[in-house]
Structures are given as C-alpha cells and as structure tokens.
T-cell receptor, first 113, second 119 residues
Framework: SQKIEQNSEALNIQEGKTATLTCNYT??????LQWYRQDPGRGPVFLLL?????KEKRKERLKVTFDTTLKQSLFHITASQPADSATYLC????????????FGSGTRLSIRP | DAGVIQSPRHEVTEMGQEVTLRCKPI?????LFWYRQTMMRGLELLIY????????DSGMPEDRFSAKMPNASFSTLKIQPSEPRDSAVYFC?????????????????FGEGSRLTVL
C-alpha cells in the first residue's frame, strides 16, 4: 500500500542551527511533492513545491531536496529561529492522479533560544 | 480574497446527532478537498471535487459520511449519525490546478478548520 512517512514525530534543535526534516514514501510514482507548515489551531500553509524532475528547490532560508531513487525528500531550515517552531507536513501527488494530495503525519519542530 | 471559510469553527454534539460542516472555497479555484486531522491518524483525505464533481471519495470512512458541492462557492460535509470516534478537526481546502502542468504550484489553501467533538 502507499505510504508517506515523516520519520521524526518531534525534533528539538538550538536556535541558529540547521533543522533537517525527512519525508519517505513507498509505492508511489510522485509527480511532485509539497511541504506545508502548520501552527497550533490553524490550517496548514504551503511553503514549497518540488517536481519529480527537480533535485533541489530553495526559498529564502528553506531548501528542499527530492531523491526519487531513495524515495525521499529532505526539508532544511537554515539559521533556525524560535519563530520557525511549528509542525511541518510533506504532501505527495502521484502521476496517476496529480490532483490527489496525500499528507504525511508531520514533524513537530521546536527551536530553543 | 477572504480565503477559505469554514463554519462552524467549533461544534460539540451528542452521539447520534447529525453534523453538517460548511465550506466556502476561494473564488476561481477548481478543486475542493475535505481532510480530517487527528493525533493518531494525522491529516487524512476524505473526498475531493473538481468543478463541483466528486472525483475520489475513497477516504470517506463509511456511509455515515457524505459530501456535496452544489455550486462552485459552497460545499458541505455531513455526518449522520455522529459517533465519538468522529471527533477530529475537519479541514476544507481549495486549489487552482488548471495550470499545474504549466508550472503552477497546485498549492492547497486551507480554512481554519472545524473542531468537532462528539460526546
């Protein structure tokens, strides 16, 4: 069956360090992968999209990589700040149905001052 | 634009009662999604629509759940009868996916959610 796994339920790091979150998938041929941020009591907010033919995408302090051989995406936040503390969700859309977007369970990131 | 609007924000009801959740998507978006979020199961896709037509309802838990989209600016998710295990936050999201192949991001815009508690 198709699975999307975000390996760390929670991640705690020191301010200023780089946070790296992992998203693994099985039994998917993804057309693209997205990352979202969710704050407590709010809906998820889109951050980045990376397509299956792209290796890396950057946006300000954010970087996403996509390795279709390893079936993995890494999400990096450089120079992390306490304001980056939130839950981060990866989401996949398969080629077979590019509009059907399925989410991983999320990683709760805490940045301590 | 006001974004995706969901109502009610909070609903507390008793087991066996009918629950109706409402969603107004962003104007011009061609896709509408209903998700359910719990601590145990994360964010689950229940059903999604394209141009008001249901495309995939394989995530709807059982026949007690139904969803409609009578027009481009309104959708409902109904649970009848409700059960305690239906307690969750229900999110509606909309998207413009017309230009996905031309490089558009296909991002989902989420509402603030409807927190349902069934006693």
């Amino acid at each position: 069956s198709q699975k999307i796994e975000q390996n760390s339920e929670a991640l705690n790091i020191q301010e200023g360090k780089t946070a790296t979150l992992t998203c693994n998938y099985t039994n998917y041929s993804p057309a693209y992968l997205q990352w979202y941020r969710q704050d407590p009591g709010r809906g998820p907010v889109f951050l980045l999209l990376i397509r299956e033919n792209e290796k890396e995408k950057r946006k300000e302090r954010l970087k996403v990589t996509f390795d279709t051989t390893l079936k993995q995406s890494l999400f990096h936040i450089t120079a992390s700040q306490p304001a980056d503390s939130a839950t981060y969700l990866c989401a996949l859309a398969a080629y077979s149905s590019a509009s059907k977007i399925i989410f991983g369970s999320g990683t709760r990131l805490s940045i301590r001052p | 634009d006001a974004g995706v609007i969901q109502s009610p924000r909070h609903e507390v009801t008793e087991m066996g009662q009918e629950v109706t959740l409402r969603c107004k998507p962003i104007s011009g978006h061609d896709y509408l999604f209903w998700y359910r979020q719990t601590m145990m199961r994360g964010l689950e896709l229940l059903i999604y629509f394209n141009n008001n037509v249901p495309i995939d309802d394989s995530g709807m838990p059982e026949d007690r759940f139904s969803a409609k989209m009578p027009n481009a600016s309104f959708s409902t998710l109904k649970i009848q009868p409700s059960e305690p295990r239906d307690s969750a936050v229900y999110f509606c999201a909309s998207s413009n996916m017309r230009d996905l192949r031309q490089g558009a991001r296909g991002e989902l815009f989420f509402g603030e959610g409807s927190r349902l508690t069934v006693l």
